[in-house]
Each structure stands twice: as structure tokens, then as C-alpha cells.
């Protein structure tokens, strides 16, 4: 048996280590994972960021229709050292539209092909989407391989620690 471990960059030397029997392997194995666990410390590096984005939602129910309409407030704080000109968001409902979308072919990958033969009455997807802050609209397009995601184009640039309040995102 032969098992090559990965390179380990130890001060400017590399570790390499072939292994052809179960026993001399051994004898390495804690060693190699001791400084490993050394020189891997888990710590994000310094350019490492997290968006913030902040949701409060109100939907109200049509069982006749079997619709929802949603007025959502978003908060998004740019957390990066970038400055943003347009945003992505995620449209989970048009995940359930049809066949096409990502989320139907991964169910189907994992077995599961409810999503794939359900009817179409069952399945959901958002018909109508407006974004506005500062009391202006603004103008947002769905992505053309990806339904489920659409880019907002920002009329003005988020910087660095600064925030987009969405005051009535609806559907």
C-alpha cells in the first residue's frame, strides 16, 4: 500500500512522506498530524468578512388564491473593504418553479424527484418583485442561467461599513 500525504509547508521546507507498509505509517501518522495542528490555527485571515443582512418581514395569507404578499425591510451593512454596486439576493421561492431550477436538480441527484413530478399548481414562485430605498425604486434583473437568483443595481454606492436600508421590498 502506498499513501502520500499532502504537502506540508513548514517554514520554507516541504514535507513529503511515502508510506509502503501499514506499520511504518504509523509511526508517522501523529507526528505529521501533531504539526499539522500546529501551523493550521483555524483563524480567519485578516481579509476574512461577514455581509450583514437583516430581515423584518410581513405576509399576509389568500387561501382563496393561495397566495402570499409579502412587505419585506431589508438591512444589508457592507462589511467588506469593497465598495458595492450591485447586490445578489437569493429569490428561494423561484427554487419550486420548475424543472430547470438548481434545487429541483439536486433533489433529483440525491433520489428524491417530488419537486420534478409535482404538479405545477403546487409549485411556487414569485410573479411580481419591486426593491426601493430612499423612497426610489430600483432596478433589479433575474439572473439568466439561475431563476431563484436576481442583482440589484444600485443607483448609489455602498462603502465600506455603510448600509442600504430596503424599506418595501415587495411580492
Known amino acids: 500500500m502506498i499513501l502520500i500525504l499532502p ?15 501499514f506499520d511504518h505509517m504509523k509511526l508517522w501518522i501523529l507526528p505529521c498530524l501533531f504539526l499539522f495542528c500546529l501551523t ?14 437583516n430581515y423584518k418581514i410581513n405576509v399576509r395569507l389568500n387561501d382563496k388564491k393561495q397566495s ?21 439576493f437569493h429569490l428561494w421561492p423561484n427554487a419550486y418553479k420548475n424543472r430547470n431550477s438548481a434545487l429541483c436538480k439536486q433533489l433529483l441527484e440525491s433520489g428524491d424527484a417530488s419537486l420534478y413530478f409535482a404538479d405545477e399548481k403546487e409549485r411556487g414562485y414569485i410573479d411580481s418583485l419591486q426593491f426601493t430605498a430612499d423612497n426610489e425604486m430600483i432596478s433589479w ?9 436576481c442583482l440589484l443595481q444600485l443607483k448609489k454606492p455602498l462603502l465600506p461599513g455603510t448600509k442600504l436600508l430596503s424599506e418595501r421590498p415587495s411580492m
Do not use: C, M, W
Not at 493550521?40 to 443582512?53: K, N, R, T
Not at 434583473?141 to 437568483?149: M, T
Open 7 to 21: 504537502s506540508l509547508n513548514l517554514t520554507g521546507y516541504t514535507l513529503i512522506r511515502f508510506f509502503t507498509t
Open 40 to 53: 493550521a490555527s483555524g483563524d480567519p485571515s485578516p481579509s476574512y468578512f461577514q455581509q450583514e443582512v
Open 68 to 88: 402570499l404578499h409579502a412587505d419585506i425591510e431589508i438591512e444589508y451593512i457592507n462589511r467588506s473593504s469593497d465598495t458595492l454596486y450591485e447586490l445578489f
Open 141 to 149: 434583473k433575474a439572473d439568466q442561467v439561475h431563476e431563484d437568483i
